[in-house]
């Protein structure tokens, strides 16, 4: 079992700069592909950014340039460092992993982007 427990959310202005974190247990952290999803109200959960075990990433093009995944697998952490913020970027934030067949969440973490 993978637990996955996020951080960092919280209000800030449009154009404004948050940096998510997301600490995975286990011991095979540097093996996985690590996911941000979000969900704004009323939407569906949709992917924001994944990193691979090789550090290959891929980003929503509604974040591209804006938003930054890494990874520190000394410290079992990914990091959505989010960049220019936008109102519509207002949502729930969720770290996401797939272990074998299972697909594990965290608890998420609320992003609010208003003046």
């Known amino acids: 079992q993978v637990q996955l427990v996020e951080s960092g959310g919280g209000l800030v202005q449009p154009g404004g700069s948050l940096r998510l974190s997301c600490t995975a247990s286990?011991?095979?952290?540097?093996?996985?592909?690590m996911t941000w999803y979000r969900q704004a109200p009323g939407k569906q959960r949709e992917l924001v950014a994944s990193?691979?075990?090789?550090?290959?990433?891929t980003y929503a093009d509604s974040v591209k340039g804006r938003f930054t995944i890494s990874r520190n697998n000394a410290k079992n952490m990914v990091y959505l460092q989010m960049n220019s913020l936008k109102p519509e970027d207002t949502a729930v934030y969720f770290c996401?992993?797939?272990?074998?067949?299972?697909?594990?969440w965290g608890q998420g973490t609320q992003v609010t982007v208003s003046s």
């Open positions: 286990g011991n095979f952290f540097s093996t996985y592909t």
């Open positions: 996401n992993t797939i272990v074998g067949s299972s697909r594990h």
């Open positions: 990193i691979d075990s090789g550090r290959s990433t």
